[in-house]
């Protein structure tokens, strides 16, 4: 039987290095595979980027609140014309 620097090249250091050769492999995929999807995702739906789409969210938002009861239809009005209006902090427009 031939001995390799000491150890016997049939017993578990062979497969423990085959083992830890596909874990590592395996590991670098997922990695590789999370950071492809996580820079391809598309922007949530609800985030805003920049000013211009703070007008469109709010409008929606008071919309749904509209819609589900929460607030009558003159204050709904009163705050769209609020939220239309140039001089308004929320309409991004200055």
Not at 51 to 77: H, K, N, S, T, W
Request: proline share 7%.
């Amino acid at each position: 039987m031939m001995f390799w620097y000491g150890h016997d090249p049939s017993g578990w250091g062979w497969f423990a290095m085959s083992v830890g050769m596909v874990l590592f492999w395996a590991v670098l995929i997922a990695l590789g595979v999370l950071l492809f999807r996580a820079s391809s995702r598309p922007a949530e739906p609800g985030a805003t980027t920049g000013p211009e789409q703070r007008g469109p969210v709010a409008e929606q938002v008071l919309a749904e609140r509209f819609a589900r009861g929460e607030i009558e239809e003159d204050e709904y009005r009163r705050r769209l014309t609020v939220l239309r209006s140039p001089d308004s902090p929320r309409s991004g427009k200055r």
